[in-house]
């Protein structure tokens, strides 16, 4: 979507309302001064850099303003990838042609990023990205993104994959959907090591070391699941050298904010267990429990949010919903044996 603020363009030292945190609404002036770059400062990396630099002044509005500039400005390669010729993936020409792997992404996004004065570095390794199932292992290496090192500390920052997602045409061959994504900006590493390993190990920012078996059993893990509060990282990473294995419900993306105080952790639950699960939310949300059998449940209002108490009776498929004025919308997922 683009921001029409022409005020921005005459007057960009506004960039600096920019809050520093990681909400989206703190950088939306930002993001519309980037979005509306002239062609006269795309020419290169440099005029690039010297147009974020007018307005960004901290590291990460830096970063936020090449981030953004990145994928909406360059689209992925889909022939390249479907046919194994990649193609030219230097940061110069990538701004050239605005397409490009996830190389290519990476290497302009280093360039600038570091022409604006941040420390920043391209990774190359391991994701679990398009095509990826759950308990698949790796020959090589697959995916490049960039660390950046924000207040000190080292970040994850995905614009390929930020920049949109993938499905399959009637040839099976893939087609990349362009959305922006904000999930992969700015991600704790502990966050993104379930979906990124680097093949240099210090370049994944942990005091403990994960193998590439132990990323292969890591659960396939959305960054925005440690948002719900329900389970840590620094939990599923100490299960990874017990060896007992990750069973998690399946989570689904979704827009609505809600923290999960109390849910099994499980995928499966038994029949006839009680189960019990309880959210805490702001804004006014109605959830519901959906059976196999098509049988709906409401979940009981509290004072912070909702809960429930039921006993499955069925095998099958249990659905946790949220409605919306669209329909309902399936937020988690687990399998009654």
Known sequence: MKF?????????????????????????VIDAYM????????????DIAAYISQSARTDIEKARAVYVWVTDNINYNDWGYNTGNLGDNSAENVLQTRVAVCAGFADL???IAAKTG???????????????????SFDESNHAWNAVKIEGSWRIFDATWGQGGATEDSRGKLKSIKAFDETWFNVDPKHSIFTHLSEIPYQNFLAQNISLAEFERLPNVNPNLFSFGWISAEELLAQVKTKKAFNLPEMYDHEFSFRILNAPKSRILRIKEKVS?????????????????EEWTAFEKTEKGSKINFIPFNSGEIKLLVETPSGFVTVMMYDVK
């Open 277 to 293: 699960i309880e959210l805490s939310f702001e804004e006014d949300l109605h959830f519901f429990i959906l059976d196999s059998f």
């Open 35 to 46: 979005r509306n770059c002239p062609a006269s400062s795309e020419k290169s990396t440099s």
């Open 118 to 136: 941040i420390e920043v570095i391209t990774v190359t390794g391991y994701a679990k990205g398009y095509g990826y199932d759950e308990g698949d």
């Open 109 to 111: 996004f280093t360039e």
């Open 4 to 28: 029409t603020i022409l005020l921005l363009l005459f007057f960009p030292d506004l960039v600096q309302a920019t809050t520093q945190t990681n909400n989206p609404t703190s950088f939306k």
